[in-house]
């Protein structure tokens, strides 16, 4: 069997407190793994799907990577090309880490890779984000594009994907809790009240600003002060058990700041070092453990390459 091409594509953390939908970071692991091959056979298929208890449709057209894989071709003039893909999924889905978001990216990184590389792979965010949308209904680019390019993303604009990378200081790490309680996006955007008020309007502005001023100047202490969340965090808090004490158990370890990775229900929190990070992650687990929710860590740098070829 011809081997393919794999493509590792990183988990994210989307919102970072105070950006909702424009902002998310991506991470060294977990992350899927999608393997793509030419085939003698025309059209796209999915021919395999591990690690998803047999919860993601086989079908393309229902399947994030593959309707994003699709998006592609068909923009390509290439949807008679026989292509198998893989899916390998690494991570849970419906837990706030870009699981849809990861095997969309990887699928449209693999796809083009296996294609010779027609497009750079900022051209490839359109696609993605129209897999994406599958899982969760909504347009936002705010996992998928830290998934697919790396780094720190701010989106300026979702309706025209106009992204950008923002610095991250030396030495930024995040420890990621995952505790074993199950979430669907859908549902943790359901709760959220259309409305927000002047007042809440203009502390979140002021947070989202102050942590993207402390990203350039590598300004911890500023970054710690605007991580904070005054619209979604306390709406959705209450989906997440024991929220609170995780967050508090983050920020006493050291942790410059903590709140809830994407829509939950993990939770993250930013730290100086590596050593801060394994800190913070160990006293986030500890409340889930104690509370007998099972639970897993995650601790990484920034990762800045985004979803590669392996
Ligand atoms: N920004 C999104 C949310 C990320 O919080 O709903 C999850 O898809």
Redo the contacts with the bound molecule.
């Keep these: 069997m011809n081997p393919g091409i794999k493509v590792f594509a990183p988990a994210s953390v989307?919102?970072v407190a105070a950006g909702?939908?424009i902002l998310g970071f991506a991470l060294e692991r977990p992350g899927d793994e999608i393997i793509v091959r030419l085939s003698e056979t025309p059209g796209f298929r999915i021919t395999q799907i591990t690690g998803a208890k047999g919860k993601l449709p086989m079908e393309p057209e229902k399947n994030t990577a593959g309707f994003a894989a699709l998006k592609l071709l068909e923009y390509l003039g290439e949807t008679g090309r026989g292509i198998e893909m893989e899916i390998h999924k690494k991570m849970p889905f419906g837990s706030g880490l870009g699981s849809s978001a990861a095997s969309a990216a990887g699928a449209v990184v693999a796809v083009n890779e296996l294609l010779g590389r027609p497009l750079e792979k900022r051209a490839l965010l359109p696609f993605a984000v129209l897999g994406e949308q599958i899982a969760?209904g909504a347009y936002?680019a705010?996992?998928v594009a830290p998934s697919l390019i790396g780094g720190m993303v701010l989106i300026r604009s979702n309706k025209d994907l106009d992204v950008h990378r923002l610095p991250v200081p030396k030495g930024l790490y995040a420890a990621v809790v995952h505790p074993q309680v199950e979430i669907l996006?859908k549902d943790?955007?359901n709760v959220l009240s259309d409305t927000v008020s002047l007042q809440q309007c203009i502390e979140q502005n002021g947070n989202l600003g102050g942590l993207i001023v402390g990203l350039y100047n590598s300004d911890l202490e500023l970054i710690g002060r605007s991580l904070n969340d005054v619209i979604i965090e306390p709406q959705r808090a209450r989906l997440i058990p024991h929220f609170y004490e995780v967050k508090a158990a983050a920020l006493d370890a050291g942790a410059l700041g903590c709140s809830i990775s994407?829509?939950g229900p993990s939770i993250f929190a930013l730290c100086a070092n590596s050593l801060v990070a394994e800190t913070a992650g160990k006293a986030m687990s500890k409340v889930f453990t104690e509370a007998k929710i099972g639970n897993q860590v995650f601790i990484s740098a920034i990762n800045q390459e985004g979803a590669t070829k392996c």
Excluded: M, P, S
């Design positions: 989307a919102n909702f939908d969760d936002h705010d996992n996006t943790a955007r994407g829509a």
